[in-house]
């Protein structure tokens, strides 16, 4: 995982995972094990899939690299704790995945909470082979 910081502003954390490195072939088995990770997980909740792709591409003035094949972000909430109710503004958690033809781009915005944030490094480390 590298850390980064996209537009000055957004502290992520960023796999770039080779399809050849991956356990799964495509967008949707990489999402299925996100899910699945999600609702064994004793805190997290699974709130939804977005497909990302289909949203901007039916846009009609889209912009979009070529390179990208599909896009998919697993939301889902830790929500353990609400010590200030500015807290909220900060949930829930996602998780993107990004398909091109030879690899896999998979992100997310950097957690507050320590323990759910070395959970999610955990999750998209568990793509590789």
């Given at each position: 995982m590298k850390s980064m910081t996209i537009k000055d502003t957004y502290p992520i954390q960023a796999a770039e995972i080779g399809k050849d490195e991956a356990k799964f072939s495509n967008t949707d088995e990489i999402i299925a094990y996100l899910k699945e990770a999600i609702e064994a997980h004793p805190v997290a909740t699974y709130i939804a899939t977005f497909d990302h792709y289909t949203h901007t591409k039916n846009l009609p003035d889209h912009k979009m690299d070529e390179k990208i094949?599909?896009?998919?972000?697993?939301?889902?909430?830790?929500?353990k704790e609400l010590?200030?109710?500015q807290m909220a503004a900060v949930r829930p958690r996602s998780i993107a995945?990004?398909?091109?033809?030879d690899k896999f781009t998979v992100s997310f915005m950097d957690a507050p909470n320590p323990q759910a944030h070395e959970t999610m490094i955990a999750w998209v480390q568990g793509i590789r082979k």
């Open positions: 094949k599909d896009v998919k972000l697993i939301v889902f909430c830790f929500g010590p200030i109710p995945v990004v398909e091109e033809d």
